[in-house]
């Protein structure tokens, strides 16, 4: 299993929190590429089918932060 930003994205819009389940389901209603529903299918089933509250429980290192983006935001605002 691997994410990289692109494939994670098309989790963003996901209805959090999602269990396993409803996260393949979402995948493949919003026509996302077959490694993300492949990546959701290879996650640790948990028990009770417990949720996972946003994709950083899913991928640690999302970056969330301008600052994960490598990236100067005060250089391009007026």
């Not at 996650?43 to 999302?62: G, K, V």
Request: glycine share 2%; proline share 5%; net charge negative.
């Amino acid at each position: 299993m691997y994410w990289t930003l692109e494939l994670a994205s098309h989790l963003e819009d996901a209805p959090w929190p999602a269990t396993k389940e409803e996260l393949i389901d979402f995948a493949f209603r919003t026509g996302a590429p077959l490694e993300v529903v492949e990546n959701l299918q290879q996650l640790e089933n948990r028990e009770n089918e417990e949720a996972f509250e946003s994709i950083e429980e899913i991928w640690a290192d999302y970056p969330r932060d301008d600052e994960d983006f490598c990236w100067n935001r005060d250089e391009y605002e007026l």
